[in-house]
């Protein structure tokens, strides 16, 4: 479950990936402002020339460091909104319209059914941790496939019985079952095993 805070966080997403397109096109908007083109100007009391102008490369950097920093802000603040639409797509209608009405005027404080929103949240969360917990775990086929890749010594490198020796119906099995599948042992093998 999350808690109270982290489900604004969530609830709270889009708008804040709203605020940063906001800020951005607004200290963009400045930058522009302030790029001007060079003037040279003449001080006539020392009788010097200068040049009056912004550092356009200066400028240039400047834009292309806010930008990634919106990109990089709105990359973060997505993942929490897509996984709010998806906890959203798990309401009923009648709780999705409850919470529709609230986007479009949000002077409630708090819905009953954000709690409701709140679990469906925390069940997205936990489902996407899930799968990438099985995605990085290898599967039986993949085992199984590397142990038949792995040659007779690699499998039984760690194996040793007391007298140091390999257990010779171990290996014919092996062998067998590499060969033809699952065999079943005949009555003298089940003997020897058992002694």
Not at 12 to 24: L, P, S, V
Not at 126 to 133: A, F, L, N, P, T
Not at 140 to 155: A, N, R, T, Y
């Amino acid at each position: 479950m999350i808690s109270d805070s982290q489900f604004w966080c969530y609830l709270n997403a889009q708008r804040e990936i709203e605020e940063a397109n906001r800020i951005y096109r607004a200290e963009r908007k400045e930058a522009y402002s302030n790029i001007s083109p060079t003037i040279t100007g003449y001080d006539i009391g020392s009788g010097r020339l200068f040049k009056l102008g912004c550092d356009v490369e200066g400028a240039a950097i400047y834009l292309v460091e806010l930008n990634e920093k919106r990109l990089e802000r709105i990359q973060q603040v997505k993942k929490k909104a897509e996984i709010l639409e998806e906890g959203l797509t798990l309401l009923y209608d009648d709780e999705r319209a409850q919470y529709e009405a609230w986007k479009a005027n949000p002077n409630t404080y708090y819905l009953p059914v954000f709690e409701t929103l709140k679990g469906c949240v925390g069940y997205v969360l936990e489902q996407r941790q899930k799968h990438e917990q099985t995605q990085e775990e290898i599967t039986i086929d993949e085992w199984d496939q590397q142990i038949e890749e792995m040659s007779e010594e690699e499998l039984l490198q760690d194996y040793w019985d007391k007298d140091g020796s390999f257990d010779e119906c171990l290996l014919k099995r092996r062998a067998l079952v590499r060969q033809y599948g699952i065999v079943e042992l005949s009555k003298k093998d089940k003997k020897t095993n058992q002694k």
